[in-house]
């Protein structure tokens, strides 16, 4: 088949109409760039305006923060709606009046009225002030009902952080409170919702620690505004997304015990699971109402609380260091018997006292013990016996065992300020002190005294990895919106079996047997039995005269120079569940007074136990989850 | 002795056609395609894996095809374009019965690896089997009212298919990018006055017919053309695109604000930010030189088109050609004009820069057929 052959007219004509057609393409692209040109250069001022004068506004938000449970899933901190009256001064015309309008319909003092009217001078026109909070749902349905009388009165719905569970939580929880500008200096977060006037963030405990699951992500509100920021209507809004819940290993029930069982001593407790670290209870008293804190906390409060010499803004569980005491001897025996220098049946004789280059190291018992082995030191809390082996052991060894049980390290838990306690070397001191290590320091280190420091928390967790045998770690935190924390610290220890059976034992003779120093504080339950270790420090340095004149009681001398007492122990001691430590600062006797304490707390705990697994978190707790936009 | 025969010898074979390419076509694509990353990766926040990503493999995978193409000779695909419109057509067809409906339109078939919009690929389709009638007809007979009526059922066949989708936008493409085509094709002017006068005719007609019960348009397009009219009418309904994207573009001033720097489309205020819109965000960020810098390049690929299509003296690559160039230019046209409030807001994507794998392929299968008839050409 031939095609036709077209070379002429049609092609002349395809060249012709294509660059007629190019050219008036071109003449449309020209046209484009001329446009550009207006909008983007020559109009390029009202424009930019238009973007940056905040024609179209952003406005948040806030999302409702998460709540707090604890391991039964009981509430520890939610939100209560807060039912709030707002006005805007330029819609009221004359707010005084409108202002007294209103109190005749809600409770509203003088003295608010006056401070309302002075914010809403200090601000502009169309800036809504609150003038009411905290109000019923009457007041809310009355003021909706006189809205023609009362121009530029808008009712809100805002939220309040409630713990119900009060002081017994505080120093866990923590409370929220007003981002101010200290918190922003103080923090690279570059979240908007922090530029919220009074927006409520984390200050303390959990709520700090966790603060950004626990807040949310903020919404938006795209709003169109005039020249001068008046909202005039609302284009759009992405919503906010609510906090992530908080699930606690603690066990409300204990906490609670644990917080009466203190009573008003100056204390901390902190009872742990030894099989996986969870934190059942942590207790430091005396507390303080966080609720208080939510609402603004009035002066009065403010000031008892920073004077009081007891310190009840202090979580001392954690941020509290003291001088371990006896409690530390432990730690000085298995470095003893890991280093070979000592085996459990060697013995060691006291007389009352150690001297060694003219001083004088003093057993608590100034008759001295006789010949002590190592059950016998742990049991009757012998000083000489640890003077005399700690010569031997040397203060390396002592304080990598230290590190080994959890003293001296960092443990990772969600609070604020968790100190590291101090297992001392010769290193730290030369650093630190710059001073050379003597081996004196290494004799008051072996009772405990001297340097070392420990915070509750550390003891107990000295004694959970004596009484499993791991390196369990603290777990305080049990998921973050149903993800869960993992356990940590499930590997043995680096420590012989049989060393760590012989201190057991030592432990179990402390509670059980005759001439334990807390014999008195035995668990009698069949199969509960406690197994654990006294410590008293000494807070003040006991001179050669003094201990000649006698050494004064300690009920004689002024609180803050009492000794401190202390008690750690876990049980059953055949099958370990729980491990406890108890500080009194000051009170004297670790077995007269801390001892007791213990055992009825690890007698509580041992109760509740049956009935301590973790429960789904309920969904019916008011979350505050209905947002305050809505209703207007 | 063919016509095609003659050339044979001077027609570049196997792998060495290579060398023959368009290459300079092919760069102009990629700058343009690059632009079109930068500015997903912008709009993203800069999160790579949200657009940027996917458009890049999508445009690897395009260029592949469009060089798979090239090679093979332009009378293949000469061959195939009867039946291309003819596939293209069942397609449309089709799509109310298998297709998936978005936005209150059916218009996408799932191809599970990606969505395809028979509509776009008719757009070549119509383009190639148009400049194959024009090649197979007689010179003399190119303006004799028969000979005008055939083709002109060929463009408004797929035109009311796709209007019927509805998809104004692209029934507009189709019938533009057809008429471009018999215009070079050589079909008499006075056609094209006629067509002219009766679509002003028809418009007059469609709007004389809203709120009866012959309404010819949907609500919302009749909406879409009062608020182009008159912006302020609605501000926060249709005219908010218009308005919206005015203020994008025109806070961005001479040089913008910076890579990244845009503030408007970070906002969200722009749904379609990433798609039709996106040339507001090159205009905030890279102002007015960044504007200009795409139009130029837009302008340069039509340049390298028509060049092309002057210098091959086969017909029916000319003819295609000039219209794959032609229906980019729609492309381009109708998205800036309307971006920047001189044509309604008709749903037209920014040509190899608005996030879109339908679309992108389409055009890069044009682009092959386009390189096909370059490299193929008799010289």
Redesign the interface.
């Known amino acids: 088949m031939?095609?036709?052959?077209?070379?002429?007219?049609?092609?002349q004509?395809?060249?012709r109409?294509?660059i007629l057609?190019?050219g008036l393409?071109?003449g449309?692209?020209g046209?484009?760039?001329v446009?550009?040109?207006r909008?983007?250069?020559e109009?390029?001022q009202?424009?930019?305006l238009?973007?940056?004068e905040n024609?179209?506004n952003?406005r948040l938000i806030p999302p409702v923060r998460g709540l707090v449970f604890d391991r039964l899933g009981k509430p520890l901190a939610y939100n209560e709606p807060n039912y709030k009256i707002d006005m805007v001064r330029e819609q009221s015309g004359d707010p005084e009046t409108v202002l007294r309008r209103l109190a005749t319909i809600i409770p509203i003092s003088e003295e608010d009225i006056t401070s309302a009217l002075q914010e809403m001078s200090k601000r502009r026109g169309f800036v809504p002030v609150t003038v009411a909070e905290d109000l019923d749902w009457e007041h809310i349905a009355a003021v909706s009902a006189n809205a023609p009388a009362l121009p530029g009165i808008t009712p809100e719905l805002g939220h309040y952080r409630i713990y119900p569970q009060a002081d017994d939580f505080a120093h866990i929880l923590g409370f929220v409170g007003p981002v101010s500008d200290y918190d922003l200096s103080q923090t690279d977060d570059d979240d908007p919702l922090l530029l919220i006037p009074r927006f409520q963030i984390g200050k303390n405990g959990i709520e700090r620690r966790i603060e950004k699951p626990l807040r949310g992500k903020s919404g938006?509100k795209?709003i169109?505004v005039n020249s001068i920021g008046r909202v005039m209507?609302v284009?759009g809004r992405?919503e906010s997304q609510p906090g992530a819940n908080v699930q606690l290993t603690i066990d409300n029930r204990l906490q609670r015990y644990t917080m009466e069982r203190l009573g008003k001593e100056s204390a901390a407790a902190v009872v742990m699971d030894v099989r996986n670290g969870d934190i059942v209870a942590m207790a430091s008293a005396p507390s303080f109402d966080p609720n208080k804190f939510v609402r603004g906390i009035s002066t009065t409060d403010w000031n008892a609380l920073n004077t009081d010499i007891y310190k009840p803004m202090l979580n001392k569980a954690v941020t509290g260091t003291y001088p371990p005491g006896s409690t530390f001897k432990m730690v000085t025996a298995l470095a003893a018997l890991k280093g070979g220098f000592v085996k459990p049946d060697d013995k060691v004789y006291c007389g009352g006292f150690l001297e060694l280059h003219n001083r004088r190291f003093h057993c608590w018992r100034r008759g001295g013990h006789g010949k002590v082995n190592l059950h016998d030191s742990l049991k009757e809390s012998c000083d000489v016996y640890y003077y005399e082996i700690s010569q031997e052991v040397g203060i390396e060894n002592i304080s990598a065992m230290a590190k080994e049980l959890g003293i001296g390290v960092e443990h990772e838990l969600e609070l604020p300020a968790v100190r590291e306690g101090l297992a001392p070397t010769k290193d730290w001191k030369k650093r630190r002190r710059d001073a050379d290590w003597v081996i004196g320091d290494t004799l008051n280190a072996s009772i405990g005294q001297g340097f070392v420091l420990a915070s509750p928390m550390q003891l107990a967790v000295m004694t959970a990895r004596i009484a499993s045998g791991t390196k369990i770690s603290p777990r305080l935190v049990n998921a973050i919106d149903n993800r869960p924390h993992p356990v940590k610290g499930r590997e043995p220890l680096d420590i012989d079996p049989a060393h760590l059976n012989a201190v057991r034992k030592g432990m179990y003779g402390v509670v059980n047997e005759r001439g334990g120093t807390a014999g008195g504080s035995r668990i009698r339950k069949e199969g509960w039995d406690m197994a654990g270790k006294t410590g008293t420090s000494q807070v003040r340095f006991i001179t050669k005269e003094e201990r000649a004149r006698g050494v004064i009681r300690n009920s004689d001398l002024p609180w803050e120079r009492r000794d401190h007492a202390l008690f750690v122990a876990y049980a059953p001691a055949d099958n370990p569940r729980f491990s406890i430590s108890v500080v009194v600062e000051h009170g004297g006797g670790g077995s007269a007074v801390a001892a007791p304490i213990a055992r009825d707390i690890m007698l509580e705990a041992l109760e509740l136990s049956e009935d301590m697994d973790y429960r789904s978190l309920p969904t019916d707790v008011r979350a505050g989850r209905e947002r305050p936009d809505d209703k207007a | 002795m063919s016509y095609l025969e003659q050339n044979i010898r001077t027609i570049p074979t196997g792998l060495s056609k290579v060398l023959y390419f368009n290459w300079p076509l092919a760069l102009l694509l990629t700058a343009v395609a690059c632009t079109g990353f930068l500015m997903l990766y912008s709009v993203s926040g800069g999160d790579i894996e949200r657009w940027a990503q996917p458009q890049i493999i999508r445009f690897a995978l395009g260029m592949g095809v469009m060089i798979f193409m090239a090679f093979i000779p332009i009378n293949f695909w000469r061959e195939i374009s009867a039946f291309a419109y003819i596939f293209g057509i069942a397609l449309l067809v089709a799509v109310p019965y298998i297709g998936e409906t978005r936005g209150g339109a059916q218009r996408w078939i799932d191809l599970k690896f990606m969505t395809l919009q028979p509509s776009e690929l008719m757009k070549v389709a119509v383009v190639m089997v148009l400049a194959l009638y024009y090649d197979w007809l007689d010179e003399r007979r190119v303006s004799r009212p028969f000979w005008v009526a055939l083709p002109i059922l060929l463009i408004l066949l797929p035109t009311f298919l796709v209007l019927g989708q509805p998809d104004l936008g692209t029934a507009l493409l189709i019938m533009a990018g057809g008429a471009i085509v018999m215009f070079i094709a050589g079909v008499s002017f006075w056609y094209f006055g006629i067509a002219i006068l009766s679509i002003v005719l028809l418009v007059t007609g469609v709007f004389a017919s809203k709120d009866t019960e012959y309404q010819m348009l949907k609500d919302y397009q009749y909406k879409r053309i009062e608020t182009f009219l008159d912006p302020s009418s609605d501000p926060l309904g249709s005219g908010y695109h218009i308005t919206q994207s005015k203020i994008a573009l025109g806070s961005g001033g001479l040089t913008g604000r910076g890579f990244m720097q845009g503030t408007q489309q970070r906002l969200n205020f722009l749904p379609e930010k990433h798609t039709d819109f996106i040339f507001t965000t090159l205009g905030e960020e890279f102002g007015f030189v960044g504007g200009i810098v795409l139009l130029a390049l837009y302008g340069l690929i039509l340049i390298f088109c028509y060049v092309s299509a002057l210098s091959n003296r086969d017909r029916f690559g000319s003819l295609v050609t000039i219209g794959v160039g032609t229906t980019f230019f729609f492309y381009f046209a109708v998205n800036m004009s309307m971006v920047m409030g001189l044509a309604p807001v008709v749903g037209v994507p920014l040509p190899l820069v608005s996030y879109g794998g339908s679309a992108m392929m389409v055009l890069l299968i044009a682009f092959g057929l386009v390189q096909s008839a370059h490299v193929h050409r008799p010289r």
């Not at chain 1, 077209?6 to 092609?11: C, F, M, N, Q, S």
């Open positions: 031939k095609r036709p052959v077209k070379p002429g007219r049609l092609r004509m395809l060249t109409r294509t057609l190019a393409q071109a449309i692209i046209t484009l760039g446009q550009m040109r909008i983007a250069v109009q390029n009202s424009f930019r238009l973007a940056e024609r179209v952003i938006v795209r169109e209507r284009l992405e």
